[in-house]
């Protein structure tokens, strides 16, 4: 049985919270809620009764004060412009059969009276669908250039601010676009993997749940996902921090603890994990490699203030750990595939121990289960 929709007061009192805390900016430009009388005017002058999904967000928040990507799709609106969009539909449509009329590979026509544009922006409206029928509710496209579609929508609007609610919680995606912060703290979705915008960084956005989450999925055992550990004899941890003391780094426990355990070592034939055997050899025929490269925006230890290249994939992959000015390391990567840069936001251990738990969304690793994996020593 599947589980019940969440309603939608409570989808914006965790969208909320979270623009609160992690992007205040964003928070500010969500209206406070329609006045109750004006919803009702405005389903007189259209001649529809708003779902209770609408109407409940509507009193939430009317739209936005000031345009903003506070949710992954077009900007919700304000009951004035839903109804002033609406009626610009209509006049265009007018009594063209073209426009009326179903077509394209959807089916469906360019606009129809019964759906309510409860959020738009250049033109281009996501609507609520209520023609009569099983599917009443459901929320999907009008293009400006082109028909209506549903098929890559929602059944509901309250599924879709559910939605937005656990990714910005627990991280993932919404139609393909994931939530990052631009450099002024303000909130911006746009497809995975795509840091930049107008020629200045965007950071994956916190997600507080993934953390517990990932626990849940992984046990958070590295003995599970890998089996006993196989470091070699001595004290792998203390190389390890020899090499960063001559770097002059401070690197994080988790990944001095893994790779002391685990490291020099192919996971799964794909993944290398280098450790402390090969650590600075590695790392600094890697930093002289890489000094040029146009993909990876960063110096690489022992380059002074560079980031830890610590291993890499069968596919060419580089897997890094990037210092941030709060002290901590999260994990980058260049996906040569992809040919980009990507930034995942995690600290070690949580995307380690995700990745081979499967626990990750992710497009550019093996879909894994939840090991233990098999381990081969790299000798080279």
Not at 91 to 109: C, F, K
Not at 131 to 155: I, K
Request: charged share 25%.
């Amino acid at each position: 049985m599947s589980s019940p929709v969440p309603s939608v007061r409570s989808s914006w009192d965790r969208i909320d919270a979270w623009l609160r805390v992690y992007a205040p900016d964003s928070y500010e430009i969500l209206a406070p809620p329609a006045d109750p009388d004006r919803i009702e005017a405005a389903q007189a002058q259209m001649g529809l009764r708003f779902p209770a999904d609408l109407v409940d967000s509507l009193l939430c928040h009317d739209g936005l004060l000031e345009w903003g990507t506070v949710l992954p799709g077009e900007p919700p609106q304000p009951v004035e412009l839903i109804v002033d969009h609406w009626r610009t539909c209509e006049e265009i449509a007018g009594d063209d059969e073209d426009l009326r009329g179903s077509s394209g590979p959807s089916d469906e026509p360019w606009w129809h009276v019964r759906w309510i544009p409860w959020a738009h922006g250049d033109g281009d409206a996501q609507v609520i669908d209520m023609r009569e029928g099983p599917e009443q509710g459901r929320l999907g496209t009008a293009w400006h250039d082109r028909s209506g579609a549903f098929e890559d929508g929602w059944p509901s609007l309250a599924a879709y601010l559910a939605e937005v609610a656990d990714v910005l919680d627990n991280g993932g995606t919404v139609d393909g676009c994931a939530p990052y912060l631009t450099r002024d703290g303000e909130l911006w979705w746009t497809v995975e993997g795509d840091t930049d915008l107008d020629g200045a960084p965007l950071t994956p956005a916190p997600a507080p749940g993934r953390a517990q989450a990932l626990a849940a999925q992984t046990g958070w055992s590295l003995a599970e996902l890998l089996g006993p550990p196989v470091g070699p004899p001595g004290d792998g941890a203390a190389a390890i921090e020899v090499v960063a003391r001559d770097w002059g780094v401070v690197l994080p426990a988790d990944y001095v603890a893994a790779a002391a355990a685990y490291g020099d070592v192919v996971i799964s034939d794909y993944v290398y994990f280098c450790g402390a055997r090969k650590l600075r050899s590695y790392g600094e025929e890697w930093s002289r490699l890489l000094a040029d490269s146009r993909s990876v925006p960063c110096p690489v230890l022992p380059e002074p203030g560079g980031a830890l290249l610590w291993g890499h994939t069968v596919e060419g992959d580089r897997l890094f750990l990037v210092p941030r000015a709060d002290g901590t390391w999260t994990v980058s990567a260049f996906r040569r595939g992809w040919g980009d840069w990507h930034e995942t936001g995690l600290g070690f251990g949580e995307w380690f121990r995700g990745a081979l738990a499967g626990a990750l969304a992710t497009d550019w690793l093996p879909e894994w289960e939840p090991g233990p994996h098999p381990l081969e020593r790299a000798e080279s």
